[in-house]
């Protein structure tokens, strides 16, 4: 991909390398606790005793509970290789051209586009929807608008998964912003409540064409850093169909249990995913993006 010197957006948050704040639970926990431990005198004591020991520290200089003294917020940015740096400029531009496209399509259909943030993380986040770990891979949360990637995943993709390549990891990016496209036209908000409705299997139906739609919204995107901002050299195509295919949920189950049952199907086989990918990245419409009549 063609992405270097063009604009980086500044909705990225950077907490790459931050632990969770420990000590914000152990504070949450201690206040949760605190009319019991008032209540006995052993409490009472353990309670002054702690006070003493954490004020002490402090005064002797010596970090008992990092997670406590710091805040647990206001660390300063971790060291970064030069290579993280770059990969974190590299998600900045990718977030700041997905801006430049959706406001011009959504805003050329009369609604607003609010753009959202994407928070860099290592190991642990915590979101409006609960803590996280890297495991479940990059996710969005409709809570707080906000996309969350741990950049390890990109060495999954490539290394695990055989999609290697900047386009692949763009598409991983687009398709993130895709579910933030449809909590914005209130799809997933639509899907969701008729999840509440209907058995698992049809629920899971619907999952399927909520993420095949967000695969569609990626190739959309991809659509207009081509043909606006030529963004795409050749074979960048390519690197994002074997991304596509790859982690469908055909090619993930049975890597994790040697066959494949459809009905848990929640993102799509291979082929769907690079279907509707491609049916976005070749028309540049959302309106071919309907993944829910059924055609
Ligand atoms: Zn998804």
């Given amino acids: 991909m063609r992405w270097q010197g063009k604009r980086k957006s500044s909705n990225v948050e950077d907490r790459r390398g931050q632990r969770v704040a420990a000590g914000a639970g152990i504070g949450a926990l201690l206040f949760r606790f605190l009319p019991y431990l008032l209540r006995s005198k052993l409490g009472r004591t353990l309670l002054i005793l702690g006070v003493v020991v954490f004020v002490g520290s402090r005064f002797l200089g010596i970090d008992v509970a990092p997670g406590l003294s710091s805040g647990g917020s206001a660390q300063a940015p971790a060291q970064l290789t030069q290579e993280?740096?770059?990969?974190?400029?590299?998600?900045?531009?990718?977030?700041?051209?997905?801006?430049?496209?959706?406001?011009?399509?959504?805003?050329?259909?009369?609604?607003?586009?609010?753009?959202?943030?994407?928070?860099?993380?290592?190991?642990?986040?915590?979101?409006?929807?609960?803590?996280?770990?890297?495991?479940?891979?990059?996710?969005?949360?409709?809570?707080?608008?906000?996309?969350?990637?741990?950049?390890?995943?990109?060495?999954?993709?490539?290394?695990?998964?055989?999609?290697?390549?900047?386009?692949?990891?763009?598409?991983?990016?687009?398709?993130?912003?895709?579910?933030?496209?449809?909590?914005?036209?209130?799809?997933?908000?639509?899907v969701h409540r008729s999840q509440q409705m209907m058995s698992k299997v049809d629920g899971n139906k619907l999952s399927v064409k909520l993420e095949l739609q967000a695969d569609c919204y990626a190739g959309v995107w991809g659509y207009h850093a081509d043909t606006k901002r030529q963004m795409l050299d050749s074979g960048d195509l390519n690197e994002a169909l074997v991304a596509a295919s790859a982690i469908g949920d055909d090619r993930l189950q049975k890597q994790a249990t040697g066959r494949v049952t459809p009905d848990s199907f929640t993102h799509g086989s291979s082929e769907q995913r690079v279907a509707w990918f491609k049916r976005g990245f070749t028309t540049g419409d959302i309106n071919q993006c309907d993944t829910f009549s059924g055609r």
Avoid at 143 to 153: C, K, T
Avoid at 177 to 188: D, E, K, R
Wanted: hydrophobic letters at 40%; a negative charge.
């Fill in 84 to 190: 993280q740096q770059q990969m974190g400029d590299f998600v900045a531009v990718i977030l700041a051209d997905t801006e430049q496209t959706w406001h011009s399509i959504l805003e050329s259909a009369g609604i607003p586009y609010r753009e959202p943030k994407l928070i860099l993380f290592t190991g642990q986040v915590n979101s409006a929807c609960g803590m996280a770990s890297a495991a479940v891979g990059p996710f969005y949360c409709p809570g707080d608008e906000q996309v969350y990637i741990d950049l390890s995943f990109y060495e999954d993709l490539k290394n695990r998964h055989g999609a290697p390549g900047d386009f692949a990891q763009a598409y991983v990016i687009a398709h993130e912003i895709g579910h933030h496209v449809q909590n914005i036209l209130g799809t997933s908000d639509k």
